[in-house]
């Protein structure tokens, strides 16, 4: 059974410092992984997709990265704002159709 | 750009009540999912379904029935309210299932069962 692991479950770091957030899973044979986004009260917000394939996609300021043999992803969020503050989630697309497993997320907290 | 809506976004039912939850899209979107967001526990689905007329279980479906009569609309059924299905719900869409298709949320429905 796959699991996804985020760790930590809770971040606080000072405006414009860089930061990495780390996701792992316990299957490796996965179609893709994807980071989101939630903001309290709301639904989840694509922010990046890596395929199987691939080892890394960027979106502004930020960075995935996947390693699929040793089972890991990081989301680098560069030059971190106020406004980055909120939970982060990763989920693997592997096994049975459309199954996406969702790890608990990140709440990251960015002060001024 | 609506995106996905989900209707209602908040409601408390008393144990043994029954209750639809709607989800609508408005991206032609082929693939449509039901989860709920436990705490603690990271978002689970429920059902799932690959196009109008069809539906499938996911990992949580007892207690749970849906219905895709249009392509557009999913619905999330609850026959018979228990509080162990108080949740945050989230509706979800795809393009398709391949690779490098991701999915598209709602704002989600909180439902408390008393």
């Known amino acids: 059974k796959q699991e996804v692991t985020q760790i930590p479950a809770a971040l606080s770091v000072p405006e414009g410092e860089n930061l990495v957030l780390n996701c792992s899973f316990t299957?490796?044979?996965?179609?893709?992984l994807q980071w989101f986004r939630q903001d309290p009260g709301k639904g989840l917000t694509s922010l990046l997709l890596?395929?199987?394939?691939?080892r890394e996609q960027t979106s502004g300021r930020l960075n995935a990265s996947l390693d699929k043999s040793s089972g890991r992803s990081t989301l680098y969020i560069a030059a971190s704002q106020p406004g980055d503050s909120a939970t982060y989630l990763c989920?693997?697309?592997?096994?049975?159709?459309?199954?996406?497993?969702f790890g608990t997320g990140t709440r990251l907290q960015v002060t001024l | 750009n609506a995106g996905v809506t989900q209707t209602p976004k908040f409601r408390v039912l008393k144990t043994g009540q029954s209750m639809t939850l709607l989800c609508a899209q408005d991206?032609?979107?082929?693939?449509m999912y039901w989860y709920r967001q436990d705490p603690g526990m990271g978002l689970r689905l429920i059902h799932y379904?690959?196009?109008?007329?069809?539906?499938a279980k996911g990992e949580v479906p007892d207690g749970y029935n849906v219905s895709r009569l249009k392509k557009q609309n999913f619905l999330l059924g609850l026959e018979s309210a228990a509080p162990s299905q108080t949740s945050v719900y989230f509706c979800?869409?795809?393009?398709?299932?391949?690779?490098?298709?991701?999915?598209?949320f709602g704002d989600g429905t909180r439902l408390s069962i008393l």
């Open positions: 979800a869409s795809s393009y398709s299932d391949e690779g490098g298709q991701p999915q598209h």
């Open positions: 379904s690959v196009g109008e007329g069809t539906t």
């Open positions: 890596i395929q199987s394939s691939q």
């Open positions: 991206m032609n979107h082929e693939y």
């Open positions: 299957d490796s044979a996965i179609y893709n």
């Open positions: 989920a693997v697309h592997a096994g049975t159709a459309s199954k996406l497993t």
